[in-house]
């Protein structure tokens, strides 16, 4: 079994939709928990970053941990065709942890917005 | 500006060839990743190492070796013993300690073998 597991769609929506996104894991030592976004042929660039449990607002972003259930959303308001792309989940864990210092990333979902 | 450079953006290997990949971040980061990316397979840890002259394998380090003389450079090498490189390579940096999470990425190297 993965630590970190990613429904990797595809996922298709129209454009204005609210998409969902998710991961789960099976890591407790997981503290650090971070949503990216990779366009096609590009290095991926961090959209979201969250400690512990919570939620956490960005524009259109919002980042929900719960850590008691081991489960990450990143949910996306008012999806733009610019939106698709594929969104990566990572986590590491806390200072001195064994996991400290290392990402783990789930598979990605590939997300498309159509006009 | 700063940033993560990777170099060259596409390679091309023959079979049974050593070859090595270019990793230089000016972002004074600590630690430092390389990741393999496959289609349908998200990213996979090949190397990272946390400070000069260290570093620990991932999940996939067999047939890749690496280095880490200087804090700005982390150089990939795709030996001969690895039976399938062909893939999308990422090098990534963050800071280490008290509020660290935040990685930052190259923009990929696509290696081929011929």
């Known amino acids: 079994q993965k630590e970190v597991e990613q429904d990797p769609g595809p996922l298709s929506v129209p454009e204005g939709a609210i998409v969902s996104l998710n991961c789960t894991y099976s890591?407790?030592?997981?503290?650090?928990f971070m949503w990216y976004r990779q366009y096609s042929r590009k290095g991926p660039e961090l959209l979201m970053y969250t400690y512990s449990s919570g939620n956490k607002e960005d524009g259109r972003f919002t980042a929900q941990v719960d850590k008691s259930s081991k489960y990450i959303s990143l949910f996306i308001r008012d999806s733009q065709p610019s939106d698709s792309a594929t969104y990566l989940c990572?986590?590491?864990?806390?200072?001195?942890?064994?996991?400290?210092?290392?990402?783990?990333f789930g598979q990605g979902t590939i997300l498309t917005v159509h006009p | 500006d700063g940033g993560i450079t990777q170099s060259p953006k596409y390679l091309f290997r023959k079979e049974g060839q050593n070859v090595t990949l270019s990793c230089e971040q000016n972002?004074?980061?600590?630690?430092m990743y390389w990741y393999r990316q496959d289609p349908g397979q998200g990213l996979r840890l090949i190397y990272y190492s946390q400070i000069v002259n260290d570093f620990q394998k991932g999940d996939i380090a067999e047939g890749y070796s690496v280095s880490r003389e200087k804090k700005e450079s982390f150089p990939l090498t795709v030996t001969s013993a690895q039976k399938n490189p062909t893939a999308f390579y990422l090098c990534?940096?963050?800071?280490?300690?008290?509020?660290?999470?935040?990685?930052?990425f190259g923009q990929g190297t696509r290696l081929t073998v011929v």
């Open positions: 972002l004074n980061h600590d630690a």
């Open positions: 990534a940096s963050s800071i280490m300690g008290t509020g660290w999470g935040e990685a930052f």
């Open positions: 890591n407790s030592a997981f503290q650090y």
């Open positions: 990572a986590m590491s864990a806390r200072a001195g942890g064994t996991s400290y210092g290392k990402l783990t």
